[in-house]
């Protein structure tokens, strides 16, 4: 499944970086800790996060990662949107926090896995 | 110019987390014994108790950096030190500005006293110092700058509440003006594991919570006398003024 799929079915708004919609979901990750993020995220992995920090980039460009979710209604802050914007790193929002959130993720992704095998 | 012992990271009882023995003249009595020529006070999101600890200080002969470690919206600790308490006093109201709505229960986290020179409590602060403002690291170093203050990321070395944690490396164009490192932190295999910190001016101190710790990590300031540009200069190396190299 790619972002905007993601986004449709779960109600995320495409907040900025909207280029890299297409990018392909191989996974989630959830962690507010970006060292964490760097050592144990993988490509591929759409990240639920509460921080809106423009370092947020780096590791997702770094990671490879698909994109970013931002929960608890948290909105990137205005670095970090003109940032996206160039560097095409896609930022989604929701009001879900963190568990509900990761907790709709994990089921979409693993009911698309089961239909597709 | 002569070397000056600096403490650059002390608690009152004011930080819920701190000790009650922490009480002001308790914390200068204890810097005069550590030989410590320089002292910031730092209590979470708070600089409150900054008039008092000066004025003791100033009878003491220890200059009082008024200072403050705040807790960024990225849950990142930073010291912030001020020429005066005048300056101190204005950033308490941006603090105010930017504090959550979130109650403090002692029972769980601790006093936050206003306190005098004798002990007695003046009030008590009613939100929980150790959480997060609603300022970025980024809006906060900006500020601190523009108040001409010293801007320094806490104990960067730490797995929680740490900037290295927290943000996973120093952001570009961020305004500080040194890190800090923990006090028992061997400082050469940090340099190894994290090369960028060269970069930056090191100071350590010792996060005090209970008056033995008080000086237990310092750092050593090569100026000429204590005023602030002074320090100022040595964080900046400036002048032949400097923060000296960290023993280990
Ligand atoms: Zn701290
Ligand atoms: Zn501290």
Same mark, same amino acid.
């Given at each position: 499944?790619?972002?905007?799929?993601?986004?449709?079915?779960?109600?995320?708004? !495409? #907040?900025?970086?909207?280029?890299?919609?297409?990018?392909?979901?191989?996974?989630?990750?959830?962690?507010?800790?970006?060292?964490?993020?760097?050592?144990?995220?993988?490509?591929?992995?759409?990240?639920?996060?509460?921080?809106?920090?423009?370092? !947020?980039?780096? #590791?997702?460009?770094?990671?490879?990662?698909?994109?970013? #979710?931002?929960?608890?209604?948290?909105?990137?802050?205005?670095?970090? #949107?003109?940032?996206?914007?160039?560097?095409?790193?896609?930022?989604?929002?929701?009001?879900?926090?963190?568990?509900?959130?990761?907790?709709?993720?994990?089921?979409?992704?693993?009911?698309?896995?089961?239909?597709?095998? | 110019?002569? &070397?000056?012992?600096?403490?650059?990271?002390?608690?009152?009882?004011? @930080?819920?987390?701190? /000790?009650?023995?922490?009480?002001?003249?308790?914390?200068?009595?204890?810097?005069?014994?550590?030989?410590?020529?320089? *002292?910031?006070?730092?209590?979470?999101? /708070?600089?409150?108790?900054?008039?008092?600890?000066?004025?003791?200080?100033?009878?003491?002969?220890?200059?009082?950096?008024?200072?403050?470690?705040?807790?960024?919206?990225?849950?990142?600790?930073?010291?912030?030190?001020?020429?005066?308490?005048? &300056?101190?006093?204005?950033?308490?109201?941006?603090?105010?500005?930017?504090?959550?709505?979130?109650?403090?229960?002692?029972?769980?986290?601790?006093?936050?006293?206003?306190? +005098?020179?004798?002990?007695?409590? %003046?009030?008590?602060?009613?939100?929980? %110092?150790?959480?997060?403002?609603?300022?970025?690291?980024?809006?906060?170093?900006?500020?601190? @700058?523009?108040?001409?203050?010293?801007?320094?990321?806490?104990?960067? +070395?730490?797995? @929680?509440? /740490? *900037? *290295?944690?927290?943000?996973?490396?120093?952001?570009?164009? %961020?305004?500080? +003006?040194?890190?800090?490192?923990?006090?028992?932190?061997?400082?050469?295999?940090?340099?190894?594991?994290?090369?960028?910190?060269?970069?930056?001016?090191?100071?350590?101190? /010792?996060?005090?919570?209970?008056?033995?710790?008080?000086?237990?990590?310092?750092?050593?300031?090569?100026?000429?006398?204590?005023?602030?540009?002074?320090?100022?200069?040595?964080?900046?190396?400036?002048?032949?003024?400097?923060?000296?190299?960290?023993?280990?």
């Amino acid at each position: 499944m790619n972002i905007a799929e993601i986004a449709d079915r779960l109600n995320f708004e !495409i #907040v900025c970086g909207s280029t890299g919609k297409n990018n392909m979901v191989t996974w989630g990750y959830t962690s507010d800790m970006l060292s964490n993020v760097m050592g144990n995220a993988s490509e591929g992995n759409l990240w639920i996060t509460m921080q809106s920090h423009k370092n !947020i980039l780096a #590791v997702a460009l770094l990671k490879e990662l698909s994109g970013i #979710v931002l929960v608890n209604g948290h909105r990137p802050d205005t670095e970090t #949107v003109t940032q996206a914007e160039k560097e095409g790193v896609v930022i989604l929002a929701t009001d879900l926090p963190a568990f509900e959130t990761a907790g709709r993720l994990y089921q979409l992704l693993k009911e698309n896995e089961d239909i597709q095998s | 110019m002569r &070397t000056f012992k600096a403490d650059f990271h002390v608690h009152t009882v004011l @930080s819920p987390c701190a /000790s009650l023995d922490m009480a002001p003249v308790k914390i200068i009595e204890k810097a005069v014994a550590e030989k410590i020529d320089i *002292l910031a006070i730092t209590d979470h999101n /708070s600089t409150l108790h900054c008039k008092l600890m000066c004025k003791l200080g100033k009878e003491a002969g220890i200059k009082v950096l008024p200072g403050v470690e705040i807790t960024t919206k990225e849950e990142v600790h930073c010291l912030a030190f001020f020429e005066t308490v005048e &300056t101190a006093n204005i950033f308490q109201q941006i603090i105010e500005k930017h504090k959550p709505d979130i109650p403090n229960r002692k029972e769980i986290f601790g006093y936050q006293p206003v306190v +005098d020179r004798d002990e007695n409590i %003046l009030y008590e602060v009613d939100w929980l %110092l150790i959480s997060a403002l609603s300022l970025n690291l980024g809006e906060a170093a900006e500020i601190v @700058s523009m108040m001409n203050g010293i801007f320094v990321p806490a104990h960067i +070395d730490r797995p @929680s509440n /740490s *900037l *290295l944690a927290n943000l996973g490396f120093i952001p570009d164009n %961020l305004k500080i +003006d040194a890190v800090e490192i923990s006090k028992s932190i061997d400082f050469n295999a940090l340099l190894m594991k994290t090369p960028e910190i060269a970069r930056y001016t090191v100071i350590r101190g /010792s996060d005090a919570h209970c008056i033995e710790d008080i000086g237990s990590g310092f750092t050593m300031l090569y100026i000429e006398n204590d005023d602030f540009d002074e320090i100022k200069m040595a964080f900046a190396a400036e002048a032949g003024r400097k923060v000296m190299a960290l023993k280990k």
